[in-house]
């Protein structure tokens, strides 16, 4: 193989590899807009975080102390998860909206939720 076609090889597997795992690790955080219309948080609040980790061919959900305290939104569609350990969320008390579709989740265990007073949408 001449030296030029070495460097082309050697620059699409780089390239190959730093894309697949680029940002794969972690969860991205968005601030979560306000539903209650005409009020502002008061500066220096904690804002709401929507966290997105979607597409991440995620195993098992991430541990809840990887989230922001004031996650209200969690996307973890399109992974490939088959069980949740009971409590997995434990922690997330402002969680309101919740995705897990498209995982490979067979069944819960009744605990899985547990915690979750505010969920509305799952």
């Known amino acids: 193989m001449s030296l030029g076609a070495s460097c082309v090889f050697l620059l699409a597997f780089v390239l190959l590899r ?3 795992s680029a940002g794969s690790t972690e969860c991205k955080s968005y601030d979560e807009r306000s539903r209650s219309a005409g009020k502002s948080s008061p500066s220096g609040a904690t804002l709401d975080r929507k966290v997105v980790c979607s597409n991440m061919e995620l195993h098992q959900v991430p541990s809840p102390e ?3 305290n004031r996650t209200v939104s969690l996307d973890i569609k399109n992974n490939i998860i088959a069980h949740i350990e009971p409590g997995a969320f434990y922690g997330l008390f402002a969680l309101k909206r919740l995705d897990l ?3 490979l989740i067979g069944c819960l265990h009744v605990d899985v939720f547990k ?4 969920l ?3």
């Open 18 to 20: 730093s894309s697949s």
């Open 66 to 68: 990887s989230f922001p």
């Open 101 to 103: 579709s498209k995982n």
């Open 115 to 118: 915690g979750l007073t505010n």
């Open 120 to 122: 509305v949408k799952l």
